[in-house]
């Protein structure tokens, strides 16, 4: 898999990152992190450009965050109050912010992009350093399936639109708990080849690396709604809270 370049994934989607994801709605998941967070402050692992963070800050919570990509972090400074996020640019799973934090907040499967499971139980410690006693960490991150995978590859459409349509080839490494996959857009300005690949891990794999950095379990629900995880459930909100010494 080769070294691990925490800006990579910025470099070839930042510019059009923000049409990617402008159908995905915010507003549940910005009232639960509200809630959470109590009177804050929260940081936010992976903030990219601000589809979070600038809500919560428009509520009035203190918000800094760690990103990777210097290219996303710039996209988030040319939005109104995105110069006024502190935003430390390096690996999350390694970066020390200064101060400690109510909440700590890896949204939208980000987790995954770590390529191993040694660097998500350092993300994991990293995040308990930054929590206050009884602090919390939230992560958002879809279920595995590999039962969707046929000969350990598959194509699947993603969206489909007069004007664009995105398609996911992907081949898993069950080995490694490993998907390589590219995303292909495709506008009547060209092709896009979108590189996004995952290093997977399942819901209890992920318990356990709360246990490691001192954190327990305090929530799982299916969404940023609260609907209750089940065994049909494709995807997580798990709340894990820093245990008080």
Request: with cysteine.
């Amino acid at each position: 898999m080769g070294g691990f370049d925490a800006s990579a994934y910025g470099r070839t989607i930042a510019d059009i990152y923000d049409e990617m994801v402008e159908h995905l709605p915010t507003g549940l998941a910005v009232e639960r992190v509200f809630r959470l967070a109590g009177e804050g402050p929260v940081l936010e692992f992976g903030i990219g450009t601000g589809r979070l963070a600038l809500p919560l800050a428009a509520r009035g919570l203190a918000v800094a965050g760690v990103d990777g990509s210097p290219d996303m972090v710039a996209a988030l400074r040319d939005k109104p109050g995105g110069d006024r996020i502190p935003v430390t640019v390096g690996d999350f799973s390694e970066v020390r912010v200064e101060g400690r934090f109510a909440l700590v907040l890896l949204a939208f499967n980000t987790v995954f992009a770590l390529p191993s499971q040694e660097a998500q139980v350092r993300c994991f410690r990293n995040a308990a350093a930054h929590l206050r006693p009884g602090g919390r960490f939230v992560i958002e991150a879809w279920v595995p399936d590999p039962a969707a995978f046929r000969d350990r590859t598959s194509l699947r459409l993603l969206s489909l639109g007069d004007d664009e349509v995105v398609v996911e080839a992907a081949r898993l490494s069950p080995a490694e708990q490993f998907m390589h996959t590219t995303r292909l857009r495709m506008t009547a300005d060209g092709l896009r080849l979108l590189p996004v690949n995952h290093r997977y891990a399942w819901p209890c794999e992920l318990d356990l690396m709360a246990r490691l950095a001192g954190m327990r379990r305090e929530h799982r629900w299916a969404d940023w709604s609260g609907a209750p995880f089940t065994d049909d459930s494709r995807a997580h909100v798990s709340v894990y809270r820093l245990l008080e010494r």
